[in-house]
């Protein structure tokens, strides 16, 4: 891929960066044991993992990656806003629901959409989707209330970006083929927790824990934290409502809200299944190969995405004590699924691939499948064991042919 592309990509220039896209330019490296403690103890037990070694690597990632998981909210409300049992054709019910986290309802406020399977008795397994725009980029209905929250590309006030429109932003989820499936979809727009802008990314969420008026320290959480911590108040939510199962709801986000997905999972063993969908540098790619984006350009590009200490890794990956075969690891003993696109060359499939088989002795470690292969496998192949992993053909995105892996994916997990 040329600089040109990249910069297509990222929307900057930064002329001293060239990227790795060769593989026989992926330097030497070795990873950290995910089943050997910080003090060099051999992990030999489920037990050893959840009360030593699992606290320990999410410690990790919290110090030196994503900042520190931020708590519970003091205050949180549900205002059901739009209760339609005849949507899209009388197929699905439609619900809206506001959460709040303040009495007066002022910002931060997430404005979840959910669509729930008509024709299967409940409460039905769920995905649990983050956006990149309102909730009326995902689908053509028009009665999906219109964010007027600042969007990347449309600043305040947002245009109508609905996904009939043919405009900027529409990004189609492909809601009757989950319905279908006898999934509901509950989905919102990140930016509702928090702006996605190095500016003002700490309007939201983040003020109800952090003084915005500081610098962040070093461990503080940033954008990718709030996400998460976004997802997890809507499985609160999703508690709630007797036609949601809680139990059974998969995470899902695409790219940065891949990354976000994942950290979500670790950070909330609620979800069942967590999917990472194109998720790279900071995702699911590992950190120590080098390919395509890679710390020191994440940070620079994103600073407000990880923790400050993050960037102390800038060109020092093999410094980190930490990499993301052990991140995907935290899901253990639960589903976790991570998918890759073969034009996605930025985000390393292959290093996508590998954190998802690194992770799989922590899977053994629990009488759970790992990765059911040794070698990546090829576009047509998907590897379906409590890890799965698939490679697509094709670019960087969310694609309906990936939807139909995680569907089946959840099927045989859920053993439906
Ligand atoms: C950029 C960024 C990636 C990110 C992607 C996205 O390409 O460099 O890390 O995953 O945006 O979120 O679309």
């Known amino acids: 891929m040329s600089m040109t592309t990249v910069a297509a990509l990222t929307g900057a220039v930064f002329l001293t960066f060239t990227p790795i896209y060769e593989e026989d330019e992926v330097p030497y490296y070795t990873l950290p044991d995910p089943l050997v403690t910080e003090a060099g103890e051999p992990v030999d ?6 009360e030593v070694r699992r606290p320990e690597t999410f410690a990790l990632f919290e110090e030196h990656v994503y900042g520190e998981w931020l708590p519970d909210p003091e205050y949180m409300r549900f205002d059901v806003v739009d209760d ?27 404005e979840l959409l959910l669509y729930l399977p008509n024709d299967v008795e409940g409460p039905v397994p769920m995905f649990l989707h983050l956006s990149f725009w309102g909730n ?43 319905l279908e499936r ?45 996400w998460a911590w976004g997802l997890s108040r809507a499985l609160d939510y999703l508690e709630t409502d007797e036609d949601a199962d809680h139990e059974r709801t998969a995470v899902i986000g695409h790219s940065r809200l891949g990354k976000t997905a994942l950290w979500a999972g670790a950070g909330d063993e609620r979800f069942a299944i967590t999917i990472s969908n194109n998720s790279g540098c900071g995702g699911a790619a590992l950190s120590r190969r ?14 407000h995405w990880f923790c400050h200490n993050f960037r102390e890794y800038n060109e020092r990956e093999d410094a980190l004590p930490v990499d993301q075969h052990q991140l995907v690891a935290l899901m253990a003993p639960r589903a976790v699924y991570v998918a890759s696109a073969t034009e996605d060359e930025w ?3 292959r290093g996508e691939f590998l954190a998802a088989y690194h992770a799989g002795p922590v899977y053994e470690l629990f009488g759970e499948s790992p990765l059911p292969v040794d070698e990546m496998p090829e576009p047509t192949q998907p590897a379906h064991g409590t890890v799965g992993y698939h490679i697509r053909d094709g670019g960087h995105s969310l694609a309906p042919e990936d939807w139909e892996q995680y569907l089946d994916f959840a099927d045989t997990y859920f053993g439906r």
């Not at 049992?85 to 406020?109: C, M, N, W, Y």
């Not at 209330?145 to 245009?159: C, K, N, Q, Y």
């Not at 080098?290 to 600073?303: A, L, W």
């Open 45 to 50: 037990s489920p037990e050893m993992w959840r």
């Open 84 to 110: 339609e049992p005849e949507a899209l054709d009388g197929k699905a019910t439609r619900r809206q629901v506001v959460i709040h986290f303040t009495e007066e309802d002022e910002r931060p406020s997430i």
């Open 136 to 178: 009326q980029a995902i689908h053509e209905d028009p009665e999906i209330r219109l964010s007027e929250r600042w969007m990347r590309g449309h600043g305040e006030g947002v245009e109508d970006n609905r996904a009939t429109e043919a405009s900027r932003g529409a990004s189609p989820q492909p809601v009757e083929a989950i």
């Open 182 to 226: 006898g999934y509901g979809l509950a989905s919102f727009y990140y930016g509702d927790v928090a702006l996605d802008d190095a500016d003002r990314y700490r309007e939201d969420a983040l003020s109800l824990f952090q003084d915005i008026d500081e610098e962040r320290g070093p461990t503080d959480a940033g954008a990718i934290g709030a």
């Open 290 to 303: 080098r390919f395509g984006e890679r710390v020191s350009r994440i940070n620079d590009s994103f600073p």
């Open 347 to 349: 985000a390393d499939p």
